[in-house]
């Protein structure tokens, strides 16, 4: 994320942190158990999106859907959505395994 927030030079992204003391308030259409089992995004127009289709936006946002359009591709798309559930199912312990520590619950993007 902060790799993908430091490539928008534009600021065509905004990045919303599901477990900020407001966060219900303003977006009372989110579901924050939901959205911290999978990603969620929320386009111009209001139209909710979800998993790798928020992260093939935000990284065409930012001029590097190039990067990202593969997982969207008709036969690809099946197995990338399976995977990345499988993923964000299990994020804590894959990065534990990883990196030897779990993720925290309220990270910023701002380091």
Known sequence: MRHLKAKDKQK???FENIWASDFAERYPQV???EANRILHGQ???GEMIYGLDVTHAAWSAVGRGWMTAMLRWPLIRWFADKGYLYFAR?????????????RCMQCSLDE
């Open 90 to 102: 299990n994020r804590n312990g894959i990065s534990k395994l990883i990196t030897g520590k779990e």
């Open 43 to 45: 386009k111009a127009n």
């Open 31 to 33: 579901d924050i158990a």
């Open 12 to 14: 065509k992204l905004r």
